[in-house]
């Protein structure tokens, strides 16, 4: 992708201009940035999807009376009201690992780096239909894809929620905007934005969601995957200075630093932060199961190989990253491993640069169902 050249997706800019200007900083609407557009999938296709065990769903209905009742899939059809009910909405998660569609249309935004890329979420709102106002930790790309809906996004100063409620509404909401979007429009919001969309007539949305690691979550699963290295190299605590105590209930302070060198240690290991760090963002989500392919080779030299729509792949100067593994890369291999995690191809001519021992990997991923064979053009 031309990260310079003007996106009608984003109504004429560019996606630099997109990051400098709005990203994280500021809503931006853009009318008919996919003009034409389908939704990646029918209204009964994504009831159907919200029946399986295999797919995040969540079904909201409000209340004659004024109240949410909110319930987790998977939803058998009858579980759903009747589509004519006013208010309900039914929204279901990572689109992009089922429908291709889906794949293609989150692809569209690949100019923000795949670690903070999470999933299309599309959702199906009888008339009246929403969540309420609320507000979301993560940017999110709120794509119109069949009929209308009212958004009325603002700053919000005042984060105070209504108790007592199954879901997050916003007590006091602002709203500084109010626009309603029709098929093709888009409307980019930065985190910590109110927003409360309602659906004029059945409408259906999807939602480009973000990926926020926090500070604590993140450090705990690298502490995890850092101390199961089999690179620390076990020294035992010892103590030959250790005088007889008169408080022996004191931890000494020689085992404290003791501690604190081992977690040093740890972390400072050459290259294991970066090599832990990979494989945590490269894992695939609880519920991606890959369909392997023991008999037959599923890849063999000769062609070409696409990534599974499901298969995280990224990198670092020193490592390939694929569904939680690390390995080692340097060289053309490396380069030509960095061409498949950006482009999630690599035509059969790249293919056979690759070293014997990359080509092998190639073959076990395929095996695995993590990419596919393409034939050669
Ligand atoms: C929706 O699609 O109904 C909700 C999306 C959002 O508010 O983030
Ligand atoms: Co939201």
């Known amino acids: 992708m031309d990260v310079n050249a003007p996106l009608a997706l984003l109504g004429g800019l560019s996606p630099q201009q997109f990051m400098r200007r709005h990203w994280q900083k500021k809503p931006l609407l853009v009318r008919q940035a996919l003009p034409g557009i389908m939704p990646p999938l029918d209204r009964a296709a994504l009831f159907d999807l919200a029946g399986s065990a295999d797919v995040e769903s969540r079904l ?9 009742r909110v319930r987790h899939g998977p939803f058998a059809r009858r579980a759903l009201p009747p589509a004519k009910q006013p208010g309900w909405t039914l929204l279901v998660q990572g689109l992009d690992l089922h429908v291709a569609a889906a794949h293609a249309l989150l692809s569209r935004f690949r100019f923000v780096p795949e670690a903070r890329l999470d999933d299309l979420m599309v959702s199906w709102a009888s ?15 709120l794509i119109q894809l069949h009929g209308r809906r009212r958004w009325r996004v603002g700053r919000q100063r005042d984060k105070t929620l209504v108790d007592g409620l199954p879901l997050k509404i916003l007590a006091n909401f602002q709203p500084e905007h109010d626009w309603v979007l029709e098929p093709g429009d888009l409307l980019y919001l930065p985190p910590a934005w109110g927003h409360d969309g309602i659906a004029e007539g059945a409408c259906m949305t999807g939602s480009v969601g973000f990926r926020v690691p926090s500070d604590d ?3 705990r699963e690298l502490l995890q995957r850092l101390a199961q290295s089999d690179e620390v190299d076990g020294r035992l605590y010892s103590d030959p200075q250790q005088p007889a ?8 302070e020689a085992l404290q630093a003791f501690a604190r060198d081992a977690l040093e240690a740890l972390v400072n290991e050459r290259g294991a932060l970066a090599r832990a760090l990979g494989e945590v963002l490269s894992e695939p989500k609880p ?8 008999d037959a080779p599923a890849w063999q030299a000769g062609q070409g190989v696409r990534l599974d729509a499901k298969t995280r792949m990224l990198y670092d100067s020193e490592h390939v990253f694929i569904n939680g593994d690390a390995f080692d890369a340097g060289g053309r291999d490396a380069r030509l491993m960095q061409r498949l995690a950006d482009e999630r191809c690599l ?7 690759l070293s014997p021992g990359a080509r092998a990997l190639l073959a076990d991923w395929a095996a695995s169902g993590w990419l596919h064979a393409e034939e050669a053009a």
């Open 60 to 68: 909201v209905v409000q209340q004659p009376g004024g109240g949410w």
């Open 127 to 141: 008339d009246g239909g929403g969540v309420g106002p609320h507000l979301d930790s993560y940017d999110v790309f």
């Open 217 to 219: 979550g993140l450090a």
């Open 245 to 252: 105590t008169t408080t022996p209930g004191a931890i000494p």
């Open 287 to 294: 519920r991606v199961w890959f369909e392997g392919q023991a």
């Open 347 to 353: 035509p059969a001519r790249d293919c056979k640069l």
